[in-house]
Nanobody
Framework: VQLQASGGGLVQAGGSLRLTCEAS????????MNWYRQAPGKERELVAQ???????ISLPSAKDRFAVFRDNAKNTLYLQMNTLRPDDTGVYLC??????????????WGQGTQVTVSS
């Protein structure tokens, strides 16, 4: 199983980006897919979750600016980020909890995509 994250880049404050995380491989079922952010000098933080209970933005500072949604048919998670601010800068990492065709639950991480917001 692999997670491929993309969509990051350099954007001015106030701009928008859409991140994409695609899961591929021997997937039986996906329980959850999530976005985390690793900013320089800070701990990794949960940005958004997509679970069987629904899709939610977990980061308080992003609740009114970001949206998360998943295309189950494509095993793909999206993060739409609007009104970006310089403190949104960081590496955005995709995580998924997957039941593989080997009949086991496992955690997987993507390689991350860099988001840089200039002031």
């Amino acid at each position: 199983v692999q997670l491929q994250a993309s969509g990051g880049g350099l954007v001015q404050a106030g701009g928008s980006l859409r991140l994409t995380c695609e899961a591929s491989g021997y997937i039986e079922r996906i329980n959850s897919m999530n976005w985390y952010r690793q900013a320089p000098g800070k701990e990794r933080e949960l940005v958004a979750q997509s679970t069987v209970g629904g899709d939610t933005i977990s980061l308080p500072s992003a609740k009114d600016r970001f949206a998360v949604f998943r295309d189950n048919a494509k095993n793909t998670l999206y993060l739409q980020m609007n009104t970006l601010r310089p403190d949104d800068t960081g590496v955005y990492l995709c995580h998924a909890f997957i039941f593989t065709t080997a009949r086991e639950w496992r955690n997987y991480w993507g390689q991350g995509t860099q988001v840089t917001v200039s002031s």
